[in-house]
């Protein structure tokens, strides 16, 4: 029989479905030993380690400088941008700085000067790292959202992409799709991609300016409509197929493929009011650790998880040498409420099955 001994930090009662612990000082018949857990890192902002590219080059407005209209009054273009003076530029880098309350800083691209050539743009996330999405991430626009979107994800880094959700005004126009929400999805197709139009309509440049990747909405299918049922949603993520690897991504790619066009067709007589405005990127998760690790740190300008349970890599993706006794597993939330570790062992460790 196991009696749980103090030991500094991993000594801290185990919380049922928190797997922020990794191990435990125990005693056992045969003596001292570790016993260890499936964990994971905390949530945390992902936008404070993120790299950001825009393409393509040139779309980002200021070189040369440029008026600009707004939708609610379009013949009125007295804002300017100006890449060369830092009061009137709006590079990239402000779609991730911290904001004074009331005051909103933002990346813009060039107006839509050159209709009818498409005014697209790409804003991809690269994290170099596996993350794992634990809540919404949220785009916030300013002067209107766009009508059409694509957001997508990359499980390697950028060299595959694959779409995550569409947005449109009209979906079926759009893409072919037919409208639908995430809230409305079954537990079968929770992990399905789809189409929105819940974020593309005009309502007002000032009014609504999020636009979500709706991941609470999918956990709620689960875990019910407050999160509260977690050991359900831990459950499902070990035992539906392609779930877990859903929320799972190392990059992020918006395209954007029409601006917002103020409830209306596009009026040639004034293309000044048509860009594209993003002051906040909000994206929420974890460290991939493969339930190996409960800490996440940056090493060398990437995020790397600590491995416990004998593993090593970004990941914990692999077995550390002389630990290789068997084929290396990643962790498991089950059996809740700590789940099975699935540690690599040394030749003759007991611990390792543990």
């Known amino acids: 029989m196991l009696h749980l001994l103090a030991l500094f930090l991993h000594c801290l009662p185990l919380a049922s479905g928190d797997y922020d612990i990794c191990k435990s000082w125990v005693t056992t018949d045969e003596g001292p030993t570790w016993e260890f857990y499936a964990c994971q890192p905390k949530a945390m902002r992902l936008k404070d380690y993120v790299r950001v590219k825009v393409e393509p080059s040139g779309i980002t407005c200021g070189d040369p400088p440029e008026r600009f209209c ?20 709006h590079p990239p880098r402000l779609m991730f700085d911290r904001e004074e309350e009331g005051l909103a800083t933002y990346w813009q691209s060039i107006t839509w000067s050159r209709y009818p050539s498409p005014l697209e743009a790409n804003i991809t996330l690269s994290w170099n790292k596996s993350v794992e999405l634990t809540d919404d991430v949220v785009m916030t626009f300013e002067y209107g959202r766009p009508t059409v979107m694509v957001l997508e994800k990359s499980l390697d880094n950028g060299r595959t992409w694959q779409p995550y959700q569409f947005y449109a005004e009209d979906c079926m126009e759009a893409f072919g799709m037919s409208a639908r929400r995430a809230r409305d999805m079954s537990s079968s197709s929770a992990h399905r991609v789809l189409c929105t139009e819940e974020y593309s309509r005009w309502a007002g440049s000032k009014k609504e300016k999020h636009v979500r990747f709706e991941v609470r909405d999918r956990f709620a299918i689960f875990a019910g409509p407050d999160l509260r049922n977690m050991d359900n949603l831990y459950t499902r993520l070990e035992s539906a197929k392609g779930l877990k690897e859903f929320f799972t991504l190392t990059d992020l790619r918006m395209r954007l493929l029409r601006p917002a066009l103020g409830g209306t067709y596009v009026q040639r007589e004034n293309l000044y009011k048509y860009f594209y405005a993003i002051s906040n990127i909000e994206v929420v998760g974890r460290c991939k650790c493969n339930l190996h690790a409960n800490l996440c740190s940056v090493r060398e300008g990437s995020l790397q998880c600590e491995c416990e349970h004998n593993t090593t890599g970004p990941d914990c993706g692999r077995c550390k040498k002389n630990f290789r006794t068997r084929a290396w597993r990643a962790g498991s939330y089950l059996p809740l409420p700590h789940g099975s570790p699935n540690a690599c062992a040394a030749a003759g460790s007991a611990f390792g099955s543990k």
């Open 70 to 89: 707004s939708h609610e009054n379009p013949y009125l273009c007295s804002n300017e941008c100006d890449a060369s003076n830092p009061d009137l530029a």
